[in-house]
């Protein structure tokens, strides 16, 4: 079903603060989904002179045992774990890191309002640097904030509370747009009053079904009523 634009719009009216994910909301999920399921393989598959897809056999299973935790997104526990380069190999790919369509148009509409955006991501400190560094990015907000300063990911429900404590915000005036569901439950349950999903995160890949959130395919049906 597609949504007309207003009904993915929010009412700006009754939003101070906005918080938007990175990966696969502002920038496209190809270069992650790429990386970890391809790159990492490879290059762990020439380390131990194994077939690519008996590299597989043995990291995707430590990759979902660990998905949902602040490790799984923790550049330095990957390094030791694999020893691997994380932030190295991750450079090798830094020219398939793409910012979604509209994004910029967005964040330059939204920064003109004088609202307060932040950046909100469970990506490593190491990956936001190399990602701001590419893409340009950080100029458009106020701050950049990351899970692992809080030990928790944003799907953990300790996350928010701890956030708040240390960033004050008004959930009821707040927007947050995520293309991960068990996120943005997580901020539901904590009483974020404007959610918006990501139908589109990574562009080599079939839209996802956003349940019980509104979604965008992009960025530019939130800009009905921003000026």
């Not at 660990?66 to 923790?74: A, F, N, P, R």
């Not at 907000?141 to 429900?157: G, N, Q």
Request: proline share 6%; aromatic share 10%.
């Amino acid at each position: 079903m597609n949504r007309n634009i207003d009904s993915a719009a929010p009412p700006w009216d009754e939003i101070d603060t906005v918080f938007l994910d990175m990966d696969g909301t502002l920038l496209d999920l190809h270069f992650d989904n790429h990386f970890w399921l391809e790159h990492v393989p490879l290059r762990y598959a020439e380390k131990h002179q194994l077939s690519v897809q008996e590299a597989k056999q043995r990291l995707f299973p430590r990759f979902r045992a660990l998905e949902g935790s602040i490790d799984w997104y923790c550049v330095d526990f990957w390094s030791r774990e694999l020893d691997l380069d994380i932030s190295a190999l991750k450079r090798e790919l830094e020219h398939l890191i793409r910012v979604h369509p509209q994004v910029t148009e967005f964040l330059q509409a939204l920064r003109a309002t004088g609202k307060r955006v932040a950046l909100l991501t469970n990506a490593h400190h190491k990956v936001i640097e190399l990602k701001m560094t590419s893409t340009g990015l950080a100029e458009h907000f106020d701050h950049l904030i990351c899970a692992h300063a809080f030990r928790v990911p944003k799907e953990d429900p300790q996350f928010w509370p701890r956030l708040a404590a240390e960033d004050p915000f008004d959930p009821q005036r707040t927007l947050f747009v995520d293309d991960s569901l068990p996120v943005l439950r997580a901020a539901h349950d904590y009483g974020i009053r404007h959610l918006r999903a990501v139908r589109l995160p990574d562009s080599q890949a079939p839209p996802k079904q956003t349940e019980e959130f509104i979604a965008i395919e992009s960025f530019d049906e939130l800009l009905d009523g921003l000026a």
